[in-house]
């Protein structure tokens, strides 16, 4: 690091404490170079705060409630997908999850020896709404896992208490690997692609600190990765080291670009290597909150989820529909779906809607380069007539290789929110929009919230990611009020 962490000053004015956490950046950034920082004599490529965010206690407990319903949900759409190909379920359920999917990457989330698994961290995107919170997605191969842990330990390192520990991040992580590892002395891979390399240094970072806390970890591309007939190995300088779990770094829509990915699925369909997250395509699809809220599908979620779980998730999740072209009987509308009373029988009629009417957003639901990061993202009321029209067409026509879902798009609440200005050498103050994003490591059957990052971006952003003019902190408990 730039700085450590021993003899923190005391008493530092809000300016001293922004540029103190600035210089704990570790050395080279926790991202590529792709990303800048926000001023030359800034480390961090973000707009660095004072203090933690400060969450009340009622929210605290909702967003660690939340992970258990989360968890309970993929269970049980892990089961909905495996009894709709097995025919106890309706089949269009799995005809919209394989859709687009070549036969070997459906082959592989149907293996028997991974049926019953999901994925072991659990990362959705909250926004705080008038309305109450509501997450946009679920991700379960998130990056910003060391960038939120390098975060908690700096500003924990100011004497700040930190929503799950200052080293709660790292905790989690270790503990989630070594239960699913389920072996003494694990030895883990973190095999990172070319794709995913702008999280590399990240997750070199999480490593050491693994490492420091004697749980051995490697970060690794899958072209480094020694094949033998045993098993798995990764290269270290007193030889080859046999790979107890890898954790999958790749998105799976990249696996024909995976160097040795055959060996890999060769090493784990033989046991001599565990994986996580699931090789399940199904698991990464942003249409499993449609299918949630699929009136034909009731039934399923009730009697899998028990009414406090459904209840929690109706409020949860925004309104979301899989863009399906097929055309509906003259009867028929699609369902749910309303716009100041109006239905709707053709996904193009939304095209007409004026500007303030088009409170929506269409995405990519998964197994596409453009399904994360925001990418393939466009919101309604955002863009042109002619360019949401135009997004409405390519969704219904790329529906057979990649679906994609509406949703309505909920306004976040604003919040005010201080940050240090290197340009003017002051602080200055917004009032801005807030995605938290907490993270949940499963533990046996325990979902343990970590960590949260809040990220605080000006009102005008539609979109709230982490971008150069965003405050990025990670969220602590309220104070005791005096």
């Known amino acids: 690091m730039s700085a450590t962490l021993d003899k923190i000053p005391q008493d530092m004015s809000p300016e001293e404490r922004c540029i103190y956490i600035d210089r704990l950046t570790p050395e080279g950034g926790l991202y590529t170079d792709a990303q800048r920082p926000v001023h030359p004599e800034a480390n961090s490529s973000w707009q660095v705060g004072p203090d933690p965010w400060r969450l009340p206690d009622r929210v605290l407990r909702h967003i660690e409630e939340a992970g258990h319903h989360f968890l309970a949900f993929y269970r049980a759409a892990n089961l909905l997908y495996n009894q709709s190909w097995r025919g106890i379920q309706p089949g269009w359920v799995a005809g919209y999850l394989d859709s687009g999917k070549p036969e070997s990457v459906v082959a592989l989330g149907r293996m028997n020896r991974i049926k019953q698994h999901v994925p072991l961290v659990i990362r959705p995107d909250m926004i705080p709404t008038k309305?109450?919170?509501?997450?946009?997605?679920?991700?379960?191969?998130?990056?910003?896992?060391?960038?939120?842990?390098?975060?908690?330990?700096?500003?924990?390192?100011?004497?700040?208490?930190?929503?799950?520990?200052?080293?709660?991040?790292?905790?989690?992580?270790?503990?989630?690997?070594?239960?699913?590892?389920?072996?003494?002395?694990?030895?883990?891979?973190?095999?990172?692609?070319?794709?995913?390399?702008?999280?590399?240094?990240?997750?070199?970072?999480?490593?050491?600190?693994?490492?420091?806390?004697?749980?051995?970890?490697?970060?690794?591309?899958?072209?480094?990765?020694?094949?033998?007939?045993?098993?798995?190995?990764?290269?270290?300088?007193t030889g080859p080291r046999r790979i107890d779990l890898i954790y999958r770094f790749f998105e799976l829509f990249d696996l024909k670009n995976i160097p040795k990915m055959e060996l890999i699925l060769y090493a784990a369909k033989k046991n001599a290597v565990k994986i996580t997250p699931p090789l399940k395509n199904v698991m990464e699809e942003k249409m499993l909150m449609a299918l949630f809220q699929h009136p034909a599908l009731q039934n399923f979620w009730s009697q899998q989820l028990g009414s406090g779980t459904v209840a929690f998730l109706e409020r949860t999740f925004p309104k979301t529909w899989v863009m399906d072209p097929t055309p509906l009987p003259p009867h028929a509308t699609i369902h749910g779906l309303e716009v100041k009373g109006r239905p709707f029988q053709d996904w193009r009629e939304l095209g007409s809607l004026r500007q303030k009417d088009r409170q929506m957003v269409i995405k990519p639901s998964g197994f596409s380069e453009m399904a994360w990061g925001g990418r393939g993202v466009a919101i309604g009321h955002d863009m042109s007539e002619t360019d949401w029209q135009e997004t409405i067409d390519h969704a219904l026509q790329s529906f057979d290789a990649n679906p994609h879902i509406l949703q309505i798009f909920h306004n976040g609440a604003t919040f005010p929110v201080e940050h240090y200005d290197f340009a003017s050498s002051s602080m200055n103050r917004f009032r801005g929009r807030v995605r938290l994003q907490p993270y949940y490591f499963v533990v046996g059957d325990d979902p343990v919230l970590s960590g949260i990052q809040a990220t605080v971006c000006p009102p005008d952003k539609k979109l709230l990611h982490g971008m150069v003019d965003a405050v990025v902190l990670p969220c602590g408990p309220m104070p005791p009020s005096s």
């Open 131 to 237: 309305e109450g919170m509501i997450a946009t997605e679920l991700d379960s191969l998130p990056g910003g896992i060391g960038f939120t842990a390098s975060l908690g330990a700096r500003y924990g390192s100011l004497d700040e208490p930190i929503t799950g520990g200052p080293d709660g991040m790292i905790d989690g992580f270790e503990r989630m690997l070594r239960s699913f590892a389920d072996t003494a002395a694990p030895v883990v891979a973190v095999v990172v692609s070319e794709e995913s390399a702008s999280w590399r240094p990240e997750m070199v970072w999480v490593a050491d600190r693994l490492n420091e806390r004697g749980l051995e970890t490697v970060v690794m591309g899958p072209d480094d990765i020694i094949f033998r007939e045993d098993g798995l190995y990764a290269p270290s300088g």
